[in-house]
T-cell receptor
């Protein structure tokens, strides 16, 4: 069974801080994704990666960056956190193609 | 127009009833379709993939209508534990998945 682990379930940070959200998967999946989910908007793709050191912008990359130094780990970075980045952040992975995504538990991030 | 649209609900349904909801998509070249279930404050979990011929998993039936560009989910003999938000997901050939905002279902005793 695929296991996707996000480093924190709940996180509270202050405006202007640099925030790191970590995601690790144990199934040797090529593709990893970071989403945010807000009420009434569904999941919106921030960034995805299809290989180590490769990244692609999603629909809402502004204010975020990512890092994929190892295949199993995909990090989301908020360079200078702002209150409008308060959200639920979800990491997902798939092996290849249009397979269903496997999600981590999610991180509820609050920026004060 | 949103690329993937769902009625947000909530659908309030008595236990034991049958409930169905649809999801429309705008990209006629879409290739993959899924239904996910999401409980409050939890991550989405795959409920079922949707195949061209339609597919069934216990009380759940999923259908795809390419001509009208929608997928549907039917739940028979609904249980209290079916209360959740149901998310429709549509994918193209480039790993791009578009998520609907979800339909909230509440099963009442």
């Amino acid at each position: 069974d695929v296991k996707v682990t996000q480093s924190s379930r709940y996180l509270v940070k202050r405006t202007g801080e640099k925030v790191f959200l970590e995601c690790v998967q144990d199934m040797d999946h090529e593709n990893m994704f970071w989403y945010r989910q807000d009420p009434g908007l569904g999941l919106r793709l921030i960034y995805f990666s299809y290989d180590v050191k490769m990244k692609e912008k999603g629909d809402i990359p502004e204010g975020y960056s990512v890092s994929r130094e190892k295949k199993e780990r995909f990090s989301l970075i908020l360079e200078s956190a702002s209150t409008n980045q308060t959200s639920m952040y979800l990491c997902a992975s798939i092996a290849f193609g249009n397979q269903p995504q496997h999600f981590g538990d999610g991180t509820r991030l609050s920026i004060l | 127009r949103k690329e993937v649209e769902q009625d947000p609900g909530p659908f309030n349904v008595p236990e034991g009833a049958t409930v169905a909801f649809n999801c429309t998509y705008s990209n006629s070249a879409s290739q993959s379709f899924f239904w996910y279930r999401q409980d409050c404050r939890k991550e989405p979990k795959l409920l079922m993939s949707v195949y061209s011929s339609g597919n069934e998993d216990g009380r759940f039936t999923a259908q795809l209508n390419r001509a009208s560009q929608y997928i549907s989910l039917l739940i028979r003999d609904s249980k209290l534990s079916d209360s959740a938000t149901y998310l429709c997901v549509v994918g193209d050939s480039n790993y791009q998945l578009i998520w609907g905002a979800g339909t909230k279902l509440i099963i009442k005793p």
